[in-house]
């Protein structure tokens, strides 16, 4: 992955880590009045899921908002297919001059982006960089890291549980980032992974949940789109905590919290820079925890001193700390991080094997 | 006017004994006249024979009276009523049943689950020993004896076709239409067909019975009406008619094709044995046997009849004579040699053709149209193609030809083989299996459901097969026929051939007794 | 007394069913109309901007006949059995198998000439595809299985392992969200860009080609002319001396090796990844493509067309604003006339002239 490893180093070289990076290798492309402007985007779930989908619905309406003027164009449920290629360019057809997909589509995206060298392609959760592309997402592992320590403290057992979708990065980012959280805590802590090979499956999803509950285990943690793990763990009564939206309607004594995702200012300013003539492709942006990405309000049942300890965590995190520190080992005793060592936040993007502790997920 | 209500006209005094008035009735398919102006009358207490050629429009009259066609124009009385029948359920309504040729029941059902299927009547919670009961009665009402329980697949033909009369007069019926009723039973099933039809007469009600057998029309009917190309040309009593006079006004003004009598010249080569069993058994599935150690010589320039009651192994001797069951055991010889060729297309090439007892099912793919019926065997030959290769325009040619010859009376060869008259279809595979069969022929009941004029045809087409040395197998259940067109007569009984007589030794009492699996006091050769 | 009776024929000529399509179809875009404006949308300006993105530009043409190649791949798989008068059902568990052969191919075996590689990915996906029938057949043949069910059930087996084989063995390390192999090395090559049509690939020409050659093979080869008999009725099949069971099993096996193919075309030329979305259902598509066609291979290119042309229309509804859940209500409304007007071209309604003397009660 040699153009990943060149974009770390312009990473590492940009001067405000915690503010959205934009990398300016490519010149920008032409300004767009906002009256002819058009915005396309493309959702890979429902925006009714209540979940990831919704969080970027929510960001296209304020962006509505700021611009009134600009036209802009929705598909939901886009699958990751060939259907996508042709719902993409239908996006180039209707004139887009930025087009936001809120999942990794990879060449189905770029094939198109390719073709339209005048239009602007942002890839929620995407590798792939051109003059007129680039990707965004969040550094989620420090969130899951906060959320980690307050678990460990709650858990009785110490044994906790994570619920995913595919063995991608941000699942393996997510369950290790949880448990070097809660190791940071409480050292013998472990987490049972079950992967239901979707993003939106909520029979999977409480089955998975069950299954974990069965095992012993008395903390959930879950980065799927849906709140049935939650409703499953507060019917067994045991704790959860869940991503992308404040679900504790569905369990309000069962929820720890939720990792919080807000894209309204990243789509604001990107879609600002597009029509000013300043957005370039050839760059990424991991928003930073506090920018984007955040934990809920805690539940009703997190005990005020646990709160306080995981918020301590948080403001250091804020304050530019990275918790991702080593000595780690992976699920296979090898020494992956040495002591001193640290994992850089594309390395932390690009997690792909699970720390010791981790159960379930194997090295890709 | 409401639905439901029809309309109702007063006749005169003349017209309102009739059962049935129909006057005028005037049908077309395609533009073509199947009922051009047709009168009918049919009176209470009595069977009327319905008589013509294949085609003559006999079916399609009374689909017209059992509602399934509306006419083009006409009018339809009832009991002095002009009504409309615009539906089967309208014709129940007006007391008419009609019991077709080919039955429509449900094999997998039983008896009893047959006859209350889609019946107003039916109770509203099925049980099976209700409707047990229930057909039971209906069975001992109607003097047609049917066991309630047994399941139709496992029923013989006659029983099947006392279920589907049983179930049509359970649904009130005083006018009973029967197509070909007795084509399928044996002599004892007609018998008791007839005996329950004049019961049912004696109660006042009528039947139309559309036959070809004259004997049995003769016998059993009080009145007749003759249709020929559409038109209704005689009415009136039996009385007085004969089987000749019958067939003048069946046939019209063409010459009557004298009934084809038996070449009694020896054919050169005649000695030859071109198709032998030797030993041979036929299990089915179940492991019963179906022919049980057969051995029947074929001879070139020869018709060999197999006479027999349905149902004795008939089929399972026209499948193994060609080709298409192999025996469980013995030999099938061809040319005195048992390792020739094996299955159905290697025994059509070598020269056997099959004419096979069910039209319909086997012998023709209805939904297909009359070209492809037509060249079902001749497609493999150079005349349609090359190689692996088919050529459209020659072989649609070579269809043409088949159906021409054939004397299919239908110029379109796109039309599907099920909308051909029962001749037609019989008259078309008589053709395609006599131009492959070189050295044999096996017909299983070719004449079943034919016309006079389509029998004599097809008597002469197997006559001219014989004088040109080909070896004709001809089963059928008319003792007639065979004793008129065969020069040996082998009997089948049980699987087994019960005895082989040469026709001059043959007649129908001792056929009769063999048939019947009794022992004929002296042995014959 | 005057009224009318409706009467169904037996059998339809070509023309009738066809005329009774272009019915359905525009009764179907009307009703479509009449829904769109009562979600309060323009349908005149919704359907204008359908035809001018599907039709009216370069792209929208691409896209058309990239989404039909495997639509008429499915529906070819399903003609060419329903000739033989059996169901396939499994259309898009075959399509995944040759998907995933031909991807195992590319991704692990020997590099060679593009062409060759090309060939050897066809040929594993057709054997992949014939092989995944192969025991709905050998079920059918022998024990008298469903094969509509068994096809059926394989679907989920195909998908299942194909998600394994995706998120395990062979993911792509470099992959984020989507689970999906790396790319394949050798792609199928794109049409010459002079030729207008730059975004396709020759998959396209060899799904015309097999079109062409199943409608030349079923019209004339003896082949062709058993299987209709086979499909028309398998007793008289037999009786015509035709070896029924081995002409049933090569339809299916050859109409499980068409769906592989198809599975590798779109492997190939068009997605160049194996991943769990590659057939978002053509396999069952696939199956409307046939019954409208009738199951003649022609035919299947052109409803093929029309379904991508349908789908499509789908997508660009979307893009202006209709729901999505709405262009799937819409798309399967089109469907069920067009379903609705193949029933109906057996159906035609006769007037009843009135009864002589029945005028006068009337």
């Known amino acids: 992955m040699p153009f990943l490893k060149r974009r770390a180093l312009l990473a590492g070289a940009a001067a405000l880590p915690f503010l959205p990076r934009l990398a300016r290798a490519a010149s920008p492309l032409p300004a767009v009045a906002e009256k002819d402007a058009v915005i396309a985007f493309g959702h890979i779930g429902p925006v009714s899921d209540g979940g990831w989908s919704t969080t970027h619905h929510t960001g296209l309406l304020a962006a509505k908002k700021a611009y009134p003027a600009a036209k802009f164009l929705e598909v939901e449920s886009i699958p990751v297919s060939a259907d996508a290629t042709r719902t993409f360019r239908q996006f180039v057809e209707n004139g887009a001059n930025m087009v936001f997909v809120s999942s990794e589509y990879g060449d189905l995206l770029s094939s198109v982006a390719d073709d339209a060298p005048e239009v602007a392609f942002l890839e929620c959760n995407g590798h792939h960089v051109s003059d007129n592309e680039s990707w965004y997402y969040i550094q989620h592992w420090k969130v899951s890291y906060i959320i980690g320590v307050a678990a460990a403290k709650m858990s009785k057992s110490g044994k906790m549980g994570f619920v995913g979708s595919f063995p991608v990065p941000s699942v393996f980012g997510c369950a290790n980032a949880f448990l070097l959280g809660a190791r940071s805590v409480r050292p013998e802590a472990t987490v049972q992974v079950i992967l239901i090979n979707s993003w939106f499956d909520p029979q999977a999803a409480a089955q998975a949940a069950s299954a974990l509950i069965q095992n012993g285990i008395d903390m959930i943690y879950t980065n799927l789109d849906d709140g049935s793990c939650l409703q499953v763990a507060a019917k067994a009564g045991i704790k959860c905590a869940t991503w992308n939206t404040d679900m504790r309607a569905m369990g309000p004594d069962a929820y720890v919290t939720s990792l919080m995702l807000d894209w309204t200012q990243f789509y604001v300013d990107q879609i600002g820079a597009r029509l000013a003539g300043r957005w370039a492709g050839d760059g990424h942006t991991l928003l930073p925890v506090g920018h984007g990405v955040d934990r809920d309000a805690w539940g009703r049942t997190v005990p005020p001193e646990v709160a306080a300890q995981a918020d301590a965590v948080r403001t250091r995190i804020i304050g530019g700390w990275n918790p991702i520190q080593g000595e780690i080992r992976d699920a296979t005793g090898k020494v992956r991080v040495p002591k001193g060592g640290s994992l850089d936040d594309i390395a932390c993007y690009e997690w792909n094997w699970p720390v010791e502790g981790v159960v379930g997920l194997k090295a890709v | ?525 | ?362």
């Open chain 3, 1 to 362: 007394m005057r009224g009318f009776v409706v009467q169904r024929v037996p059998s339809v000529s070509g023309r009738v069913r066809n005329a009774a399509y272009a019915v359905s179809a525009l009764v179907a875009v009307f009703v479509a109309g009449l829904l769109l404006a009562a979600l309060g949308l323009h349908p005149l300006a919704l359907g204008g901007s359908v035809l001018k993105q599907s039709l009216g530009s370069r792209f929208g043409v691409q896209d058309l006949l990239l989404l039909a190649s495997p639509l008429v791949m499915c529906g070819l798989s399903v003609s060419l059995m329903l000739r033989v008068g059996l169901w396939n059902i499994g259309a898009d568990g075959q399509f995944y198998v040759g998907a995933a052969c031909a991807a195992g191919v590319a991704l692990f075996g020997p590099h060679g000439s593009p062409l060759l590689v090309q060939i050897t990915m066809g040929l594993a996906a057709m054997a992949g595809g014939a092989l995944w029938i192969a025991v709905p057949a050998l079920a059918r043949l022998l024990l008298g299985t469903s094969e509509i069910i068994a096809t059926l059930l394989l679907n989920f087996v195909a998908r299942l392992g194909l998600d394994w084989l995706v998120t395990g063995p062979w993911r792509d390390p470099h992959g984020m969200a989507a689970a999906q192999t790396a790319r394949i090395p050798d792609p199928l090559p794109k049409l010459p860009r002079d030729w207008h049509l730059g975004g396709l690939h020759w998959g396209l020409a060899v799904v015309l080609g097999l079109a062409a050659l199943l409608a030349a093979a079923f019209r004339f080869t003896r082949w062709g002319f058993e299987l209709r008999i086979c499909g028309a009725n398998r007793d008289t099949a037999a009786y015509a001396g035709m070896n029924v069971r081995r002409r049933l099993f090569q339809a299916m096996l050859l109409g499980g090796a068409i769906a592989g193919l198809g599975g590798m075309l779109e492997l190939s030329g068009t997605v160049h990844r194996l991943q769990s979305g590659l057939s978002n259902g053509y396999g069952y598509v696939g199956i409307i493509v046939a019954v409208l066609a009738a199951s003649s291979p022609l035919g299947c290119v052109f409803t093929g067309l029309l379904m991508a042309l349908v789908l499509n229309a789908g997508l660009v509804l979307q893009t202006q604003g209709v729901p999505s859940s709405a262009a799937l209500a819409l798309t399967g409304l089109i469907l069920l006339f067009a379903a609705i007007g193949e029933r109906l071209a057996h159906y035609r309604i006769v007037p009843t002239r009135p009864v002589a003397g029945a005028g006068g009660v009337a």
């Open chain 2, 1 to 525: 006017m409401q639905p439901g209500e029809l309309p109702r006209t007063v006749l005169p005094e003349a017209a309102r004994t009739a059962f049935v008035r129909m006057r005028g009735i005037t049908k077309s398919f395609y533009g073509a006249r199947a009922n051009d102006g047709v009168d009918f009358t049919l009176q209470g207490g009595e069977i009327h024979a319905l008589l013509g050629e294949n085609g003559a429009g006999k079916s399609t009259l009374m689909n017209v009276l059992t509602g399934l066609y509306q006419p083009d124009s006409g009018e339809i009385a009832i009991e002095g009523h002009v009504r409309r029948i615009a539906s089967p359920a309208d014709a129940i309504e007006a007391g008419i049943g009609m019991v077709h040729q080919h039955f429509k029941l449900v094999p997998a059902f039983t008896v009893a689950e047959n006859i209350h299927l889609g019946w107003n009547e039916t109770p509203f919670r099925l049980d099976p020993a209700s409707l047990a009961a229930r057909t039971q009665a209906l069975s001992d009402r109607f003097g047609l004896a049917v066991s309630p329980g047994a399941r139709v697949a496992d029923l013989s033909a006659g029983e099947q076709q006392r279920v589907e009369i049983l179930r049509v007069l359970a649904r009130g019926t005083r006018i009973l239409v029967l197509d070909e009723p007795t084509a399928v039973l044996t002599p004892a099933e007609v018998r008791a067909l007839f005996a329950a039809l004049r019961a049912f007469r004696a109660d006042g009600n009528a039947v139309i019975l559309i036959s070809h057998k004259l004997g049995e029309v003769l016998e059993i009917a009080d009145a007749l009406t003759v249709m020929r190309a559409g038109r209704s040309v005689a009415t009136g009593s039996t009385a007085g008619a004969s089987r000749s006079s019958l067939a003048r006004l069946i046939i019209g003004d063409t010459a009557i094709p004298a009934t084809v009598a038996r070449n009694e010249t020896d054919v050169p080569g005649a000695q030859a044995v071109p198709l032998a069993l030797r030993g041979v058994s036929v299990r089915d599935h179940r492991g019963i046997a179906l022919l049980d150690g057969v051995d029947l010589d074929v001879r070139a320039g020869e018709i060999l009849g197999i006479a027999g009651v349905a149902g004795n192994g008939q089929r399972a001797l026209s499948e193994v004579l060609t080709g298409c069951v192999r025996p469980d055991a013995g030999d099938v010889l061809l040319d005195g040699d048992a390792s020739g060729p094996r299955g159905a297309r290697e025994f059509a090439d070598w020269g056997v053709g099959h004419i096979p007892e069910d039209r319909l099912r086997t012998a023709l793919a209805a939904d297909l149209p009359l070209g492809e019926n037509a060249v079902l065997r001749d497609y493999r030959g150079d005349a349609a193609g090359s190689g692996p290769f088919l050529f459209p325009r020659r072989l649609a040619r070579l269809a043409r030809r088949i159906i021409d010859d054939a004397a299919v009376n239908l110029r379109d060869s796109r039309i599907p083989a099920r909308n051909l008259s029962g001749g037609n279809q019989q008259r078309l595979v008589a053709e395609r299996e006599r131009r492959i069969a070189s050295r044999v022929l096996v017909a299983a009941y070719p004449t079943r459901g034919l016309d006079v004029g389509a029998v004599a045809a097809l008597h002469a087409g197997m006559q001219a097969l014989r004088a040109s040395g080909v070896g004709v197998v001809l089963i059928s259940e008319e003792i007639e026929e065979l004793l008129a067109q065969a020069d040996r007569i082998a009997v089948l009984f049980a699987g087994r051939i019960a005895g082989i007589l040469p026709v001059a030794q043959a007649d129908a009492e001792r056929l009769g007794l063999l048939m019947s699996g009794q022992v004929l006091p002296e042995p014959v050769s």
